[in-house]
Protein backbone atom coordinates (compact mmCIF):
# COMPACT_ATOMS: atom_id res chain seq x y z
CA UNK A 1 0.00 0.00 0.00
CA UNK A 2 1.77 3.06 -1.19
CA UNK A 3 0.74 6.49 0.62
CA UNK A 4 1.65 9.29 -2.25
CA UNK A 5 1.70 12.76 -1.44
CA UNK A 6 0.87 15.12 -4.15
CA UNK A 7 1.74 18.98 -3.63
CA UNK A 8 1.67 21.63 -6.12
CA UNK A 9 5.60 23.31 -5.92
CA UNK A 10 6.50 26.51 -7.86
CA UNK A 11 9.72 26.85 -9.48
CA UNK A 12 11.12 30.49 -9.77
CA UNK A 13 14.14 31.06 -11.97
CA UNK A 14 16.64 32.57 -10.83
CA UNK A 15 20.33 33.98 -11.52
CA UNK A 16 21.83 30.72 -9.88
CA UNK A 17 18.93 28.42 -10.42
CA UNK A 18 15.99 27.83 -9.22
CA UNK A 19 14.23 28.50 -5.84
CA UNK A 20 11.07 26.08 -5.59
CA UNK A 21 8.52 26.79 -2.59
CA UNK A 22 5.43 24.88 -1.77
CA UNK A 23 2.49 27.58 -1.03
CA UNK A 24 0.54 24.65 1.15
CA UNK A 25 3.58 24.16 3.21
CA UNK A 26 5.20 26.82 5.07
CA UNK A 27 9.08 27.10 5.28
CA UNK A 28 8.83 24.06 2.85
CA UNK A 29 11.59 24.72 0.29
CA UNK A 30 14.58 24.25 -1.48
CA UNK A 31 16.94 24.92 -4.55
CA UNK A 32 18.86 23.60 -7.49
CA UNK A 33 21.08 25.01 -10.21
CA UNK A 34 19.02 23.00 -12.69
CA UNK A 35 15.34 22.13 -13.14
CA UNK A 36 16.32 18.80 -12.95
CA UNK A 37 18.38 19.16 -9.45
CA UNK A 38 15.09 21.08 -7.98
CA UNK A 39 13.02 18.71 -8.82
CA UNK A 40 14.86 16.02 -7.10
CA UNK A 41 15.20 18.15 -4.23
CA UNK A 42 11.63 19.36 -3.88
CA UNK A 43 10.93 15.41 -3.87
CA UNK A 44 13.63 15.13 -0.85
CA UNK A 45 12.45 18.41 0.81
CA UNK A 46 8.44 17.56 0.66
CA UNK A 47 8.98 13.83 1.92
CA UNK A 48 10.98 15.05 4.87
CA UNK A 49 8.70 18.34 5.53
CA UNK A 50 5.78 15.61 5.60
CA UNK A 51 7.54 12.86 7.82
CA UNK A 52 6.19 14.62 11.11
CA UNK A 53 3.12 14.29 10.24
CA UNK A 54 0.14 11.24 10.68
CA UNK A 55 -0.02 9.63 7.37
CA UNK A 56 -3.66 9.63 7.22
CA UNK A 57 -3.18 13.63 8.37
CA UNK A 58 -1.41 15.05 5.98
CA UNK A 59 -2.07 18.64 4.97
CA UNK A 60 -4.76 19.68 2.35
CA UNK A 61 -2.88 20.30 -1.00
CA UNK A 62 -4.37 23.20 -3.30
CA UNK A 63 -5.56 23.04 -6.79
CA UNK A 64 -2.67 23.65 -9.13
CA UNK A 65 -4.48 25.70 -11.03
CA UNK A 66 -5.16 28.06 -8.66
CA UNK A 67 -2.07 29.01 -8.04
CA UNK A 68 -0.77 32.66 -8.68
CA UNK A 69 2.68 32.81 -10.06
CA UNK A 70 5.36 35.54 -11.48
CA UNK A 71 6.36 35.77 -14.71
CA UNK A 72 9.60 33.96 -14.52
CA UNK A 73 7.77 30.97 -12.59
CA UNK A 74 5.99 27.74 -13.44
CA UNK A 75 3.96 25.83 -11.26
CA UNK A 76 4.52 21.66 -10.93
CA UNK A 77 2.99 18.86 -8.78
CA UNK A 78 5.43 16.82 -6.74
CA UNK A 79 4.59 13.75 -5.57
CA UNK A 80 6.43 11.39 -2.75
CA UNK A 81 5.72 7.85 -1.51
CA UNK A 82 6.20 8.99 2.27
CA UNK A 83 5.50 4.99 3.01
CA UNK A 84 8.76 4.03 0.83
CA UNK A 85 10.07 7.05 2.33
CA UNK A 86 9.65 6.06 6.08
CA UNK A 87 10.79 2.35 5.06
CA UNK A 88 14.16 4.31 3.53
CA UNK A 89 14.46 6.49 6.96
CA UNK A 90 13.15 5.49 9.63
CA UNK A 91 14.35 1.51 10.05
CA UNK A 92 15.66 1.22 13.14
CA UNK A 93 14.37 -1.55 15.16
CA UNK A 94 12.50 -0.95 18.11
CA UNK A 95 12.07 -2.82 21.15
CA UNK A 96 8.45 -4.53 21.63
CA UNK A 97 7.47 -6.53 24.85
CA UNK A 98 5.04 -8.75 24.27
CA UNK A 99 3.21 -12.39 25.81
CA UNK A 100 2.44 -15.22 24.49
CA UNK A 101 1.22 -18.62 25.89
CA UNK A 102 4.02 -20.96 27.22
CA UNK A 103 2.98 -23.33 25.32
CA UNK A 104 3.16 -21.95 22.11
CA UNK A 105 6.50 -20.34 23.11
CA UNK A 106 7.83 -23.60 23.72
CA UNK A 107 6.76 -24.98 20.33
CA UNK A 108 8.08 -21.77 18.21
CA UNK A 109 11.72 -22.27 19.67
CA UNK A 110 11.79 -25.54 19.48
CA UNK A 111 11.30 -24.51 15.90
CA UNK A 112 13.56 -21.56 16.19
CA UNK A 113 11.32 -19.16 15.07
CA UNK A 114 12.41 -15.48 14.66
CA UNK A 115 9.71 -14.01 16.53
CA UNK A 116 10.96 -10.36 15.75
CA UNK A 117 10.31 -11.37 11.91
CA UNK A 118 6.68 -13.54 12.85
CA UNK A 119 5.60 -9.79 14.72
CA UNK A 120 6.63 -7.58 11.55
CA UNK A 121 4.97 -9.43 8.78
CA UNK A 122 2.16 -9.97 10.65
CA UNK A 123 1.51 -6.41 11.66
CA UNK A 124 2.06 -5.47 7.77
CA UNK A 125 -0.33 -8.30 7.02
CA UNK A 126 -2.74 -6.87 8.98
CA UNK A 127 -2.27 -3.26 7.92
CA UNK A 128 -2.17 -4.21 4.32
CA UNK A 129 0.80 -2.40 3.51
CA UNK A 130 1.90 -4.81 1.31
Known sequence: MAKIALYPAIFQKEETG??????D?????TQGESIEESIMKAHEVLAFYLDDFD???????SDITKIEILD????????????EYRKK????AVKKTLSIPQWLNEIALK???NFSQILQDAIIEKLKLQ
Open 25 to 29: LEGCV
Open 55 to 61: LNNLPQA
Open 72 to 83: DSFPSIISVDML
Open 89 to 92: HKNK
Open 18 to 23: YFVKFP
Open 111 to 113: ENL
